[in-house]
């Protein structure tokens, strides 16, 4: 009785992590040459991929996962898919961690847009990533991906770019669940200024706020709320980026 019941509850065990784990269908190519260096900036606005903290292991989500900019800084893992068409090109037991930098757009002239068009789960990631799951002659494989938690070196960044009137500020680096959810803005004679996502990671503040000293607040994807005081002293310049000390769990 005692060890059929250890069984049933290891095969229970066995179900909900299989439950909890929570993998999707979709496929993946690879794009940017053998060194990646051919997916530096993209559609999230992060420009060098080293600097703003995402390196190598990135992709271009297709529309349907790239949610118009939201899913910016998330991190999934991917493994190829052996059980189905193209199986035969994975690579087994392989996975890799990619963190989303870019937009796949849909290719209209192919049917339905092609891997990238509306409906369509699907990876282009950096050569030397994908080269960790598929092999290189395939181009294309089926894979299994979830959305994980994302882990970072330092703190959330911040760039500032704009003009007199109008900021434009990519946050970047984020860990925990890797996104931006809402942003606000405050200078050192403003109180907490609500800003809008204008494109990727880029949130827009239409307020002057030059040679002021300027405070963020962040709210990831995931829920999490941190303030980010003091941040940028007044005599800051546009162009320049911001290293802070905190980061997000989730």
């Not at 946050?171 to 996502?197: D, F, H, P, Y």
Request: with cysteine; aromatic share 12%; charged share 5%.
């Amino acid at each position: 009785m005692a060890k059929s019941l250890i069984l049933l509850c290891a095969a229970l065990a066995a179900c909900f992590a299989l439950a909890a784990a929570d993998w999707s269908q979709g496929t993946a190519t690879f794009y940017g040459g053998p060194d990646g260096s051919g997916t530096m900036g993209g559609a999230c606005g992060y420009g060098n991929l080293y600097n703003a903290g995402y390196g190598i292991n990135n992709a271009a989500l297709s529309e349907t996962l790239f949610n118009d900019g939201v899913s910016c800084g998330q991190c999934y893992l991917v493994l190829c898919d052996g059980s189905r068409p193209g199986g035969q090109y994975c690579k087994p037991g392989n996975s890799v961690t990619v963190s989303a930098t870019n937009l796949c757009p849909p290719n209209y002239t192919l049917p339905n847009g092609g891997w990238c068009g509306p409906g369509s789960p699907h990876f282009a990631m950096a050569q030397p990533a994908w080269k960790n799951i598929g092999i290189l002659q395939a181009g294309i494989i089926p894979v299994l991906y979830q959305q994980i938690k994302c882990l970072r070196n330092g703190g959330v960044r911040f760039v500032i770019t704009g003009s007199n009137y109008f900021l434009l500020v990519n946050i970047q680096n984020l860990a925990g669940s890797g996104s931006v959810g809402a942003a606000w803005i405050k200078g050192g004679n403003t109180g907490w200024i609500q800003m809008t996502r204008n494109w990727g990671a880029n949130w827009q503040a239409l307020s002057g706020l030059v040679g002021q000293g300027l405070s963020f607040a962040v709210t990831s994807t995931g829920g999490q709320y941190i303030q980010f005081l003091n941040v940028v002293p007044g005599g800051w310049q546009f162009g320049m980026t911001f290293n802070t000390y905190k980061n997000f769990d989730y």
